[in-house]
């Protein structure tokens, strides 16, 4: 599997405030772009996605920004809510193919 | 609510005693993935069925097996589990909604503890 890289690892973000997660990729062929949210002893929850042939797609508080000549794509979480504490993990695929995730970042909001 | 369900939640075996993991989906999905998800890392694809079609990964040991019997249903059997075995093994699904986009749904996973 090619590799997705992810970054930061653990973010910490004050109530109210932008949430900001970065995600690169190395393989051109990747042509679906999801982010999911997974909760301690939950299995991962598909939270948005985009496809290549558009720069930003916007879910409520949740936007990806795309852009496919640097080979990177962000979530940005608006009005970040202690209750969206939790892994967010990047992941790229093509077809119905497995997809290859990102490394996780471990966010905290503070009341 | 159409799901994807895996039992057992916790899965307790020995060390070198077969286990097998289950996953059942109603969504009328047709491609099923197996994934192996270790503390505090990524999710790592193990395999995957496309229909009946099995697809493994290369670096996927053969220590690991699966079956898919029907369309809801798919196992993922461990030969000899190791102490490096203990993960959260997740369930996967997804079918084309279009345009080649295969959204995954994720169960909540099973732990195994290998002692």
């Known amino acids: 599997q090619q590799q997705v890289k992810q970054s930061p690892q653990s973010l910490i973000v004050q109530k109210g405030g932008i949430s900001i997660i970065n995600c690169a990729y190395e393989?051109?062929?990747?042509?679906?772009f999801p982010w999911y949210q997974q909760f301690p002893g939950k299995g991962p929850a598909l939270l948005i996605a985009?496809?290549?042939?558009?720069s930003e797609k916007k879910e409520g508080r949740f936007t990806i920004s795309f852009n496919k000549s640097a080979k990177q794509f962000s979530l940005h979480i608006m009005d970040s809510q202690p209750g969206d504490s939790a892994t967010y993990f990047c992941a790229a695929g093509g077809g119905a193919d497995g997809l290859t995730f990102g490394k996780g970042t471990h966010l905290i909001i503070q009341p | 609510d159409a799901m994807v369900i895996q039992n057992p939640r916790y899965q307790v075996t020995q060390f070198g005693k077969p286990v097998t993991l289950s996953c059942s989906q109603t969504l009328n999905h047709n491609v099923m993935y197996w994934y192996q998800q270790k503390s505090s890392q990524a999710p790592k694809l193990l395999f995957h069925y496309y229909d009946k079609d099995f697809n493994n990964e290369a670096d996927t040991p053969d220590n690991f097996q699966s079956r898919r019997p029907n369309t809801s249903f798919c196992f993922l059997d461990i030969r000899s589990p190791g102490l490096g075995d203990a993960a959260m093994y997740l369930c996967?699904?997804?079918?084309?909604?279009?345009?080649?986009?295969?959204?995954?749904?994720f169960g909540p996973g099973t732990r195994l503890t290998v002692t």
């Open positions: 393989n051109t062929a990747f042509d679906y």
């Open positions: 996967a699904t997804s079918r084309d909604h279009g345009g080649g986009s295969y959204e995954q749904y």
């Open positions: 985009i496809r290549p042939d558009v």
